[in-house]
């Protein structure tokens, strides 16, 4: 058996799943078992996938295989928002090249309406709002990404808003911006309950085994996974564990796990929303990739998100978080001068998945191996409809969205260590000093 050199641990401070709902956690895997179809990871993508697999063969089991809890995870540990539009950060104009700008737009909608239907459908208790979102800028850098940005929309005919500073008050309370770009296409979630929620509500041909890290893997007519307690024995894996797809012995070197830190204040009092003003609810994306999104959320909390370290394990670092939420408060003075004894009642990190070429994986990795990994930062939407998608091509259905993921040419490789993490870490380190006030 091949070991499967790294499994997820995240750390137990995340808001967003402390927050949620409680609940009962699907039993671990114990024993040997044989599937048909198995999944690894029950984020946005392993979510999505089972359930399209459920419905594309209602006849079958399909086993879904989550190390940790659900909700637990980087998919209930992100920012929250369901971005519509492309965000091509490669790009000058943020847009690129127009015919995968709308495709992509394409794929993001989808991915949106899949979730809202899932959500609707089952009640799914997630502060799912349509609210849209408000890229803010405070520097010259940063006022020129927006005027790029806002080409790129015009080249792409989406619609946006700009917002002088003088009034952003009325929206988001702070005065600090100098302007936004306000595009109204954004969802905004809670989503370690939107994951939850997706996890409860799954067709019933799914079986979901929660707190089951696979650690070993044998590739053959079979396929073996093999882990603390037991073994399944499966005809066909699909790979939908992001960067620890890397793990299990495919696309090395390509996706480079970068863990992003986020805190969330207290609740405010009755007196602190009214001096902070605004809008009750609204979501701010920074300008710069590598400034603060910032929240208020429908607990009326406030989050700052900011900050990156390169973990190439994909395994968080403890000793990081305070550091971390030092620098969060920094971030929450400069905007929220008017709340001033607000503190925070969480801070947590969480890992994605990033490539250099800013492509992910869509398709077969092997002999009855598939995957749709490396969701680039924006995998709520991503990983919802490639998850969705790769179970439908699989059942051997096809459509031009289909089509246009699987002529991706994936992820490219990065060079081997120790130039991978002298790279990853000035990259960093020179990108969040650039980023200065945006952060
Ligand atoms: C702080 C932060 C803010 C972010 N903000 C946003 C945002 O606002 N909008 C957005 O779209 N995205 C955001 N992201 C990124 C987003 O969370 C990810 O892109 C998304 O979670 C990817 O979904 P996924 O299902 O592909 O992978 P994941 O969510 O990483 O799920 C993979 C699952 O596989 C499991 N797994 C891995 N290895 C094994 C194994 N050996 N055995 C069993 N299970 C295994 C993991 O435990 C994990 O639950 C953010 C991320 C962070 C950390």
């Known amino acids: 058996m091949q070991k499967v050199t790294s499994t997820p641990a995240d750390d137990s401070a995340c808001g967003w799943y402390h927050l949620s709902g409680p609940r009962q956690p699907r039993p671990a895997h114990s024993g040997m078992k044989k599937a048909r179809w198995t999944i690894i990871g029950a984020g946005y993508t392993g979510l999505a996938a089972a359930r399209q697999m459920a419905l594309n063969f209602p006849d079958e089991e399909i086993v879904l295989v989550e190390a940790q809890e659900v909700g637990f995870g980087t998919a209930g540990r992100n920012a929250g928002f369901a971005i519509d539009l492309p965000h091509d950060i490669g790009a000058e104009d943020y847009i690129g090249d127009l015919e995968t700008a709308r495709s992509t737009l394409k794929l993001n909608l989808l991915g949106q309406s899949v979730l809202r239907d899932i959500v609707q459908s089952n ?86 085994f929660e707190r089951t890290p696979i650690t070993e893997v044998e590739y053959g007519e079979k396929i073996v996974l093999g882990h603390a307690n037991g073994r399944i024995t499966t005809d066909k894996l699909v790979l939908a564990n992001n960067a620890f797809g890397m793990r299990f012995g495919f696309l090395g070197r390509t996706m480079l796990p970068v863990f992003l830190y986020a805190s969330l204040t207290r609740p405010l009092t009755k007196d602190e929303q009214a001096a902070l003003g605004g809008k009750s609810f609204w979501g701010v994306i920074p300008a710069d990739p590598f400034g603060s999104t910032v929240r208020r959320t429908h607990d009326n909390r406030i989050l700052i998100r900011n900050s990156f370290s390169f973990n190439p394990d994909g395994r968080p670092k403890q000793h990081n978080l305070g550091r971390m939420a030092k620098r969060h408060r920094v971030s929450f003075e400069r905007r929220f001068p008017k709340l001033p004894n607000v503190g925070f009642d969480y801070t947590w990190s969480g890992s994605l998945a990033l490539s250099q070429n800013h492509q992910g994986f869509f398709g077969q990795l092997a002999p009855g191996v598939y995957g749709a990994l490396c969701c680039n930062g924006l995998g709520i939407t991503r990983g919802t409809v490639t998850g969705t998608l790769l179970a439908d091509w699989i059942a051997g259905k096809r459509s031009d969205l289909i089509d246009f993921l699987l002529s991706s040419s994936g992820p490219n490789k990065a060079p081997p260590e120790p130039f991978l993490s002298l790279g990853v870490n000035a990259t960093l380190w020179w990108g969040q000093r650039k980023a200065g006030l945006e952060s």
Do not use: W
Request: charged share 25%.
């Open 123 to 208: 009640r799914i208790d997630c502060a799912m709002r349509a609210s849209g979102k408000y890229q803010a800028a405070v520097t010259r850098r940063g006022l020129a990404v927006l005027d790029a940005y806002r080409r790129g929309l015009d080249k792409l005919g989406q619609p946006y808003e700009i917002i002088e500073g003088d009034s952003l008050p009325e929206h988001i309370g702070t005065a600090f911006y100098k302007r936004a770009l306000y595009t109204p296409g954004t969802i905004l979630v809670q989503p370690s309950a939107l994951v939850k929620g997706l996890a409860d509500s799954l067709p019933e041909n799914v079986t979901l």
